[in-house]
């Protein structure tokens, strides 16, 4: 409920607003004045009342008037009430009465029973006159009875507006939805499914927007339409929307279409339809070429040409071409079609060059379909047939291998082939065969395929793996059409044998096996070839400190010889003690090489070095008739052991080994090994002596050395005790005789203190005479017994005699005399 005070009230009588004359709202005729009729208009607050109009309306309404006691006021009177527009009403502020139209009717005129007497009347009203205030169509509500011959009824007023309250009862107001404002299709042509759009819906008062509905027409010509069809109802709160639709299904036809908004209010708040601004016509069909040619008819390796012409777009343009084949045996029954490729080509006409059957026998047509720009493919122009003839290819009329008997790959040539009618060479198919005695073989084996296009070629082949074996070939065309139209084969007109090894030599010997030479002599024999001749024999050497471990082979030299045996002078090595030994192999006349045959040992001899002869000094001599020599063994370079070898004058060797009673050290002896040979008695006079040393192995001899000695008589006196009188003479001789000793080990000559002169010297110093020759033959013992390590021929210990005083006696002398013998 709301309330609402007048604004503004006026009574209006006779042309004028009567401000000045009364400030009350009458009704009636007021007779003093001629009866003038009184209107009296009423002005409320409108803006308020429309605004509230907008989404409510009124379930009741009432006015609330005070009646005062003018006019007739003592009794009930009818008040006619309308709804109006009044305009020129002055203000409430003002008094002045101006002149006015009288206030127009909106509304039929309501007629209530204001009751008798002055005081508030509240005075139920139609909402027919709040209708027609809310709504616009008047500003004012109006008491008007016409002419009258009652006198006016009047209400409090103008100086009080408070006393004109209408009271109005709103309760919210329902309207239904708006139709969208827009409509329309995205596609004016098209073959399948479009999109209808549309926008600018509102929902109603209490009305929201639950849907939309659609509906279409159809046309046969896009003006005389058919009854609008329920299509579908699109479930959304949106103020726009879309749906695809589909264009009719006759092509060429025409469709439209309608939305309306659905709200919750319901059906009877939906609003109008909207119409879409534009159809959607279904395309028509393109039509097929009207000629489709093939050419030629006959083929074989031939490009084949087809071409078409008067072919059209329906409703929409040509934008290419399917093209498919079928094939068939007997041009009656075909195969499906099969799509080759789709042209894009907007032409009415065109070729193209398809790829076709290359089956001798086969039969091919061609179906092409016009495709317009919507997809849409005509019916099929089927080209007239075309055949496929082909031959097969030609065999090579040549075919051999460049060699009959080989080590390695040979080479496998043909030629004279040729291709077939539509059936280009494309490559060679080779097989093997392979025998044992170049008569009887074995099946073919697949080789390799050459890929070419040549009438002749070539490729490298191989003999057999089993020696001495045979190897032919054979040969076929291989051709574009496939192996239906394979040549014949043609088989090689010569074979391949694989070579044999030769045998390497039964013998092959290296001499000698110890050598000091400079060669070595290697000797080959036993050789025997194979299916080719001897070429050459490469010989190779290992050599070896120890005979055990041997370094690798290397390559000494080739010998260039066909025979079966042979010789050749290797130089040796001359590295002392060095062992070699060789092998051989054999080579034939393909570079086959046969298995090494190894050769004995050999190895490098060198004679030991030259022994020292300590005694005798060359050209002296001795008194011992088996004299001593002193020898002292060389070196033997390859680390053999020696034997010493002594010969006196030209007698026998005498050696270490086999006469070992002669040698202080006797046997086989190392390097610089000591040893005394003692001769047996030899004759006084004069003698040579000879000495060397062969080495163990082969007895390979140093250099000899030689010295000249003389065995001399004995020089003394024998001296008898008590008889013999010792004399200057006898002092004299043994020390000739003793130097003579020294000289023989080579040992300085002794000078002696005092010189010995018959009569002269006297006795008294004799005694110091034979001191002093006993100490200058000490000397000669110590270098005997310490020259060796063995004692065998030492000179025994001495004991000296007592010398006494005055002349020696004869036992002094003696033992002096025979001790020089014995050195």
Same mark, same amino acid.
């Given at each position: 409920?709301?309330?609402?005070q007048?604004t503004?009230?006026?009574t209006?009588?006779?042309?004028?607003?009567? #401000?000045?004359?009364?400030?009350?709202?009458?009704?009636?005729?007021?007779?003093d004045?001629?009866?003038?009729?009184?209107?009296g208009?009423?002005?409320?607050?409108?803006?308020?009342?429309?605004?509230?109009?907008?989404?409510?309306?009124?379930?009741?309404?009432?006015?609330?008037?005070?009646?005062?006691?003018?006019?007739?006021w003592?009794?009930?009177?009818?008040?006619?009430?309308?709804?109006?527009?009044?305009?020129?009403?002055?203000?409430?502020?003002?008094s002045?009465?101006?002149? +006015?139209?009288?206030?127009?009717?909106?509304?039929?005129?309501?007629?209530?029973?204001?009751?008798a007497?002055?005081g508030?009347?509240d005075?139920?009203?139609?909402?027919?006159?709040?209708?027609?205030?809310?709504?616009?169509?008047?500003?004012?509500?109006?008491?008007d009875?016409?002419?009258?011959? =009652?006198?006016?009824?009047?209400?409090?007023?103008?100086?009080?507006?408070?006393q004109?309250?209408?009271?109005i009862?709103?309760?919210?107001?329902?309207?239904?939805?708006?139709?969208?404002?827009?409509?329309s299709?995205?596609?004016?042509?098209?073959?399948?499914?479009?999109?209808?759009?549309w926008? &600018?819906?509102? +929902?109603?008062?209490?009305?929201?927007?639950?849907?939309?509905?659609?509906?279409?027409?159809?046309?046969?010509?896009?003006?005389?339409? +058919?009854?609008?069809?329920?299509?579908?109802?699109?479930?959304?709160?949106?103020?726009?929307?879309?749906?695809s639709?589909?264009?009719?299904?006759?092509?060429?036809?025409?469709?439209?279409?309608?939305?309306?908004?659905?709200?919750?209010?319901?059906?009877s708040y939906?609003?109008?339809?909207?119409?879409?601004?534009?159809?959607?016509?279904?395309?028509?069909v393109?039509?097929?070429?009207?000629?489709a040619?093939?050419?030629?008819?006959?083929?074989?390796?031939?490009?084949?040409?087809?071409?078409?012409?008067?072919?059209? &777009?329906?409703?929409?343009?040509? $934008?290419?071409?399917q093209? #498919?084949?079928?094939?068939?045996?007997?041009?009656?029954?075909?195969?499906?079609?099969?799509?080759l490729?789709?042209?894009?080509?907007?032409?009415? +006409?065109?070729?193209?060059?398809?790829?076709?059957?290359?089956?001798?026998?086969?039969?091919?047509?061609?179906?092409?379909?016009t495709?317009?720009?919507?997809?849409?493919?005509?019916?099929?122009?089927?080209?007239?047939?075309?055949?496929?003839?082909?031959?097969?290819?030609? #065999?090579?009329?040549?075919?051999?291998v460049?060699?009959?008997?080989?080590?390695?790959?040979?080479?496998?040539?043909?030629?004279g082939?040729s291709?077939?009618?539509?059936?280009?060479?494309?490559?060679?198919?080779?097989?093997?065969?392979?025998?044992?005695?170049?008569?009887?073989?074995?099946?073919?084996?697949? =080789?390799?395929?050459?890929?070419?296009?040549?009438?002749s070629? !070539?490729?490298?082949?191989?003999p057999?793996?089993?020696?001495?074996?045979?190897r032919?070939?054979?040969?076929?065309?291989?051709?574009?059409?496939?192996?239906?139209?394979y040549?014949?084969?043609?088989?090689?007109?010569?074979t391949?044998?694989?070579?044999?090894?030769?045998?390497?030599?039964?013998?092959?010997?290296?001499?000698?096996?110890?050598?000091?030479?400079?060669?070595?002599?290697?000797?080959?024999?036993?050789?025997?070839?194979?299916t080719?001749?001897i $070429?050459?024999?490469?010989i190779?050497?290992?050599?070896?400190?120890?005979?055990?471990?041997w370094?690798?082979?290397?390559?000494?030299?080739?010998?260039?010889?066909?025979?079966?045996s042979?010789?050749?002078?290797?130089?040796? !090595?001359?590295?002392?003690?060095?062992?070699?030994?060789?092998?051989?192999?054999?080579?034939?006349?393909?570079?086959?090489?046969?298995?090494y045959?190894?050769?004995?040992?050999?190895? $490098?001899?060198?004679?030991?070095?030259?022994?020292?002869?300590?005694?005798?000094?060359?050209?002296?001599?001795?008194?011992?008739?088996?004299?001593?020599?002193?020898?002292t063994?060389?070196?033997?370079?390859?680390?053999?052991?020696?034997?010493?070898?002594?010969?006196?004058?030209?007698?026998?060797?005498?050696?270490?080994?086999?006469?070992?009673?002669?040698?202080?050290?006797?046997?086989? =002896?190392?390097?610089?090994?000591?040893?005394?040979?003692?001769?047996a008695?030899?004759?006084?006079?004069?003698?040579?002596?000879?000495?060397?040393?062969?080495?163990?192995?082969?007895?390979?001899?140093?250099p000899?050395?030689v010295? @000249?000695?003389?065995?001399?008589?004995?020089?003394?006196e024998?001296?008898?005790?008590?008889?013999?009188?010792v004399?200057?003479?006898?002092?004299?001789?043994?020390?000739?005789?003793?130097?003579?000793?020294?000289?023989?080990?080579?040992?300085?000559?002794?000078?002696?203190?005092?010189?010995i002169?018959?009569? $002269?010297?006297?006795?008294?110093?004799?005694?110091?005479?034979?001191?002093?020759?006993?100490?200058?033959?000490?000397?000669?013992?110590?270098?005997?017994?310490?020259?060796?390590?063995?004692?065998?021929?030492d000179i025994p210990?001495?004991?000296?005699?007592?010398? &006494? @005083?005055?002349r020696?006696?004869?036992?002094?002398?003696?033992q002096?005399?025979d001790?020089?013998?014995?050195?």
């Amino acid at each position: 409920m709301a309330t609402y005070q007048a604004t503004n009230a006026c009574t209006w009588r006779n042309g004028s607003w009567i #401000a000045g004359v009364t400030d009350y709202v009458r009704q009636g005729v007021y007779p003093d004045a001629n009866n003038y009729e009184n209107v009296g208009a009423m002005l409320f607050d409108l803006a308020s009342i429309r605004n509230t109009y907008a989404n409510y309306y009124p379930t009741s309404a009432s006015i609330h008037l005070v009646r005062i006691a003018a006019g007739d006021w003592g009794s009930a009177r009818t008040m006619t009430l309308y709804a109006g527009n009044a305009s020129g009403m002055p203000a409430p502020s003002s008094s002045t009465s101006v002149s +006015g139209s009288r206030p127009t009717k909106v509304t039929s005129g309501y007629n209530y029973t204001v009751s008798a007497g002055q005081g508030a009347k509240d005075i139920a009203i139609s909402t027919a006159l709040i209708d027609s205030i809310g709504s616009g169509a008047s500003n004012c509500l109006f008491m008007d009875a016409g002419s009258s011959t =009652l006198n006016y009824m009047g209400f409090g007023a103008r100086d009080n507006l408070s006393q004109i309250v209408l009271t109005i009862n709103w309760a919210s107001r329902t309207t239904a939805c708006s139709a969208p404002t827009s409509c329309s299709l995205n596609a004016t042509l098209s073959e399948g499914n479009v999109t209808l759009s549309w926008s &600018g819906a509102s +929902g109603g008062i209490n009305n929201s927007i639950s849907s939309y509905e659609i509906q279409y027409s159809d046309s046969a010509d896009n003006i005389t339409w +058919g009854a609008w069809t329920a299509l579908t109802t699109v479930t959304t709160t949106a103020t726009s929307g879309s749906a695809s639709v589909a264009p009719p299904s006759t092509r060429g036809n025409y469709r439209r279409f309608q939305v309306r908004t659905r709200g919750t209010a319901g059906a009877s708040y939906y609003s109008g339809w909207k119409v879409s601004t534009n159809s959607v016509r279904r395309n028509t069909v393109p039509s097929a070429p009207t000629t489709a040619v093939a050419s030629p008819s006959n083929y074989s390796d031939e490009t084949i040409t087809l071409t078409w012409s008067g072919a059209s &777009g329906g409703t929409s343009a040509i $934008k290419g071409y399917q093209i #498919a084949s079928r094939t068939s045996t007997d041009n009656i029954t075909w195969s499906s079609w099969s799509v080759l490729t789709t042209l894009t080509l907007s032409a009415s +006409g065109g070729s193209y060059n398809p790829n076709v059957s290359r089956i001798p026998g086969t039969y091919t047509q061609f179906g092409i379909w016009t495709i317009d720009t919507l997809d849409v493919y005509s019916s099929e122009m089927i080209s007239n047939s075309i055949y496929c003839d082909i031959t097969a290819c030609v #065999a090579p009329t040549a075919c051999s291998v460049n060699a009959t008997l080989a080590e390695g790959n040979v080479t496998l040539s043909w030629s004279g082939a040729s291709g077939g009618a539509g059936n280009a060479i494309t490559s060679y198919e080779i097989q093997y065969s392979d025998s044992a005695d170049n008569s009887t073989w074995g099946d073919w084996t697949a =080789l390799t395929t050459v890929f070419t296009s040549a009438t002749s070629g !070539s490729v490298i082949v191989s003999p057999p793996t089993t020696r001495g074996n045979y190897r032919r070939f054979r040969v076929r065309t291989r051709g574009a059409a496939g192996e239906s139209f394979y040549s014949d084969w043609t088989v090689s007109s010569n074979t391949v044998r694989r070579n044999t090894l030769p045998t390497p030599p039964t013998s092959f010997t290296a001499a000698p096996a110890i050598y000091e030479s400079s060669t070595v002599t290697l000797t080959w024999s036993g050789t025997i070839p194979g299916t080719s001749a001897i $070429k050459q024999y490469v010989i190779q050497r290992s050599t070896s400190t120890d005979g055990i471990n041997w370094s690798a082979y290397e390559a000494l030299t080739i010998v260039v010889s066909s025979a079966t045996s042979g010789t050749y002078i290797a130089n040796a !090595s001359q590295i002392a003690g060095m062992y070699t030994r060789y092998r051989i192999s054999v080579t034939d006349s393909l570079d086959a090489v046969s298995a090494y045959v190894v050769s004995g040992t050999v190895k $490098k001899n060198s004679p030991p070095t030259a022994p020292v002869i300590v005694c005798p000094v060359s050209g002296s001599s001795s008194y011992k008739a088996t004299p001593r020599f002193m020898i002292t063994t060389g070196i033997e370079p390859d680390g053999q052991t020696q034997i010493v070898e002594v010969k006196i004058d030209t007698g026998v060797w005498v050696n270490s080994v086999d006469n070992p009673e002669m040698f202080s050290v006797s046997g086989y =002896l190392g390097n610089g090994v000591k040893t005394v040979y003692q001769s047996a008695a030899l004759a006084a006079g004069n003698h040579t002596v000879t000495v060397r040393c062969l080495d163990s192995d082969i007895a390979s001899s140093s250099p000899e050395v030689v010295r @000249t000695f003389t065995v001399l008589p004995p020089p003394f006196e024998t001296i008898t005790a008590n008889e013999t009188h010792v004399k200057a003479i006898h002092i004299q001789m043994l020390r000739t005789a003793v130097n003579t000793v020294r000289s023989y080990y080579s040992l300085s000559q002794v000078t002696w203190s005092e010189e010995i002169v018959a009569g $002269k010297s006297t006795i008294k110093n004799w005694p110091f005479h034979i001191t002093e020759l006993r100490k200058a033959i000490e000397s000669v013992i110590t270098i005997v017994n310490n020259f060796d390590s063995s004692s065998t021929f030492d000179i025994p210990s001495i004991t000296w005699l007592p010398i &006494g @005083t005055g002349r020696p006696k004869a036992g002094v002398m003696q033992q002096i005399q025979d001790l020089i013998l014995e050195l």
